[in-house]
Every structure is written in C-alpha cells, then in structure tokens.
C-alpha cells in the first residue's frame, strides 16, 4: 500500500513539473484572465459615450429651438405646442428614435432671470417631477427658459447600477437654454 501511495506521488509530481515547464497555454491562460475586464471597460467605455453623445445633441436640440424663439422665427403666432414638440424631436431623433417616447420639456417665461429655475426637478420616486411644466411662448422682450428631459436606457446590464439614477434603469440626460426675446 505505500509503494502504489509513493508511485501516486511520483507521477503527481511529475505531472505538476511537466506543467510548469510547459509555456504553450500560457498566452491563453492571460488572455483569459483579461479579456472579461477588458471587455467591462470597453462597454463602460462606449455606454458612456453613446450617453454624453446623446445629451450633447439634446443640448444643441435646445439651444436651436431656443435661438429661434429668442429671434423671433417662432412664436406663439406660428407655433403650438405639437409643432414645437415635433420640431424638438425631429432634432434629437438620430440619437432617441422616433416618436420620443421618454421626452419631457418645459417652455416658460419668467418676470426676471433669477426666477428662473435652476434645480433639477426630481420627485420622490426618484423620477422627472412634471408638476409645473408646460408651454408657454413668450413675447417680445420676456425671459425664457425652455428645459429639456429625456430618460435614457442604460444598455449594458453591467452599468445599470452605476449609471442609472432614474426609475426603471434610465438615467437622465438634460440641457436648459435661457434667454431674453429680441424685440420682434
């Protein structure tokens, strides 16, 4: 019995020396350790481009719309709020998709520019407070503010609990442009 326990042990530890010495897997062993990580940062990478891409064309959408109020191109006159929430989501439709279904946004004229909200407005659930907002165009010479929301799905399983501030694994992206009309 201790001859075949010490036969055991031999071939053991040959095998084990065998390994050692030999290198072929090694490349495919580190390519293994490292592939998950790199993968993780990869994607964390691109979600968080794709995001940031996403809500500086929010922000260009708002500043535009914004420009044409303030000059004059539209108005309470040849604009209602369909036409304006089509114009808006025409603009940001290459990065949400069409229809806009997670679009919110507030149009208001204010008395002065400290009036102007400047938090965001989130309620207790953790979701976009909608309480307040509306469309209201103002005329020659008043201050406005138009705010734009948008809930943006957080892609990679990952990243949903890293990025996502919103209910429903959604993260808000958002841009505000406050202006005084030209006198038209």
């Given at each position: 019995m201790a001859d075949r326990t010490y036969q055991l042990r031999t071939r053991i530890r040959?095998?084990?020396e065998r390994l050692e010495k030999d290198r072929r897997g090694a490349t495919a062993i580190e390519f293994s350790m490292l592939a998950i990580p790199f993968a993780m940062l990869a994607f964390a990478i691109l979600e968080s481009t794709v995001s940031f891409t996403a809500e500086e064309v929010i922000n260009r959408a708002a500043?535009?719309?914004g420009r044409q109020f303030q000059t004059g191109q539209l108005t309470a006159a040849n604009t209602d709020e369909t036409t304006f929430r089509n114009l808006l989501c025409n603009e940001?439709?290459?990065m949400v998709g069409g229809g806009c279904p997670e679009?919110?946004?507030d149009l208001q004229n204010y008395t002065s520019?400290?009036?102007v909200p400047t938090s965001l407005p989130i309620d207790l659930t953790g979701d976009i407070d909608v309480t307040g907002f509306g469309y209201n165009v103002g005329g020659a010479g008043t201050i406005n503010s138009l705010r734009v929301f948008y809930r943006w799905p957080v892609m990679t399983d990952m990243l949903k609990a890293h990025m996502s501030n919103l209910p429903d694994n959604k993260t808000l992206?958002?841009?505000t442009v406050t202006w005084k009309n030209e006198g038209f």
């Amino acid at each position: 019995m201790a001859d075949r326990t010490y036969q055991l042990r031999t071939r053991i530890r040959r095998l084990v020396e065998r390994l050692e010495k030999d290198r072929r897997g090694a490349t495919a062993i580190e390519f293994s350790m490292l592939a998950i990580p790199f993968a993780m940062l990869a994607f964390a990478i691109l979600e968080s481009t794709v995001s940031f891409t996403a809500e500086e064309v929010i922000n260009r959408a708002a500043s535009k719309l914004g420009r044409q109020f303030q000059t004059g191109q539209l108005t309470a006159a040849n604009t209602d709020e369909t036409t304006f929430r089509n114009l808006l989501c025409n603009e940001i439709s290459i990065m949400v998709g069409g229809g806009c279904p997670e679009l919110v946004y507030d149009l208001q004229n204010y008395t002065s520019f400290a009036a102007v909200p400047t938090s965001l407005p989130i309620d207790l659930t953790g979701d976009i407070d909608v309480t307040g907002f509306g469309y209201n165009v103002g005329g020659a010479g008043t201050i406005n503010s138009l705010r734009v929301f948008y809930r943006w799905p957080v892609m990679t399983d990952m990243l949903k609990a890293h990025m996502s501030n919103l209910p429903d694994n959604k993260t808000l992206l958002y841009a505000t442009v406050t202006w005084k009309n030209e006198g038209f």
